[in-house]
């Protein structure tokens, strides 16, 4: 099996940064495309940002200039690092990979059960 986890939430200052890992584990082949998503309350989840397994990199429009996606391949690991949040970038946040586990001929995507981000004075 294949699990995603997630960490490095917590509360924090609007202005302030945090940066979130996300750890692959399992019987994992290779994994193409990492991304994180978000869930704000009452909202439906979206795109944050997502990493090619050649790093080819995309960002919501809301993000851009203040997140930063990164992947060390090595480790089966993506990160997030958020900077100058706002109260806006409340939610929970969701590790994605769409990954080959041993032995399958087509890739599988996985979730991670989530991060909460709070941004609050």
């Known amino acids: 099996q294949v699990q995603l986890v997630e960490s490095g939430g917590g509360l924090v200052q609007p202005g302030g940064s945090l940066r979130l890992s996300c750890a692959a584990s399992?019987?994992?082949?290779?994994?193409?495309?990492m991304a994180w998503y978000r869930q704000a309350p009452g909202k439906e989840r979206e795109l944050v940002a997502v990493?090619?397994?050649?790093?080819?990199?995309t960002y919501t429009d809301s993000v851009k200039g203040r997140f930063t996606i990164s992947r060390d391949n090595a480790k089966n690991t993506v990160y997030l690092q958020v900077n100058r949040l706002e109260p806006e970038d409340t939610a929970v946040y969701y590790c994605?990979?769409?990954?080959?586990?041993?032995?399958?001929?087509?890739?599988?995507?996985?979730w991670g059960k989530g991060t909460l981000v709070t941004v609050s004075s």
């Open positions: 990493i090619s397994s050649i790093g080819r990199i």
């Open positions: 994605n990979a769409n990954l080959y586990v041993r032995f399958a001929e087509h890739p599988s995507e996985y």
């Open positions: 399992g019987s994992i082949f290779s994994i193409t495309a």
